[in-house]
């Protein structure tokens, strides 16, 4: 079973910024895509970004231009990097492994509020 840790949710003003880091087990880690995905209240989990073994990056078109999803091979983590946060922003974020066309798994998720 792979555990993934999640860190730096919290809550923010309209326009701040916020940096999440989510961290792997295992020595496989450089070999899988890594990518982030929300849950608002009501809605169901969306996809927001990943970022491939070979670094290339996809986004919901919502983040584009504010969120960067980044990755650190040496540390076992990645992050996503959000700035000019909205309050529809506002959701539980997981981040998840896939190893082949997939998501395999999941971490618990940390909750990240932007009031306007």
């Known amino acids: 079973q792979v555990q993934l840790a999640e860190f730096g949710g919290g809550s923010v003003q309209a326009g701040g910024s916020l940096r999440l880091a989510c961290q792997a087990p295992?020595?496989?880690?450089?070999?899988?895509?890594m990518g982030w995905f929300r849950q608002a209240p009501g809605k169901e989990r969306e996809f927001v970004a990943e970022?491939?073994?070979?670094?290339?990056?996809y986004y919901v078109d919502a983040v584009k231009g504010r969120f960067t999803i980044s990755r650190d091979n040496a540390q076992n983590t990645v992050h996503l990097q959000m700035n000019s946060l909205k309050p529809e922003d506002t959701a539980v974020y997981y981040c998840a492994i896939r190893t082949g066309l997939k998501y395999d798994y999941w971490g618990q998720g940390t909750q990240v509020t932007v009031s306007s």
């Open positions: 295992g020595r496989t880690f450089s070999s899988v895509a």
């Open positions: 970022i491939t073994r070979g670094g290339n990056s």
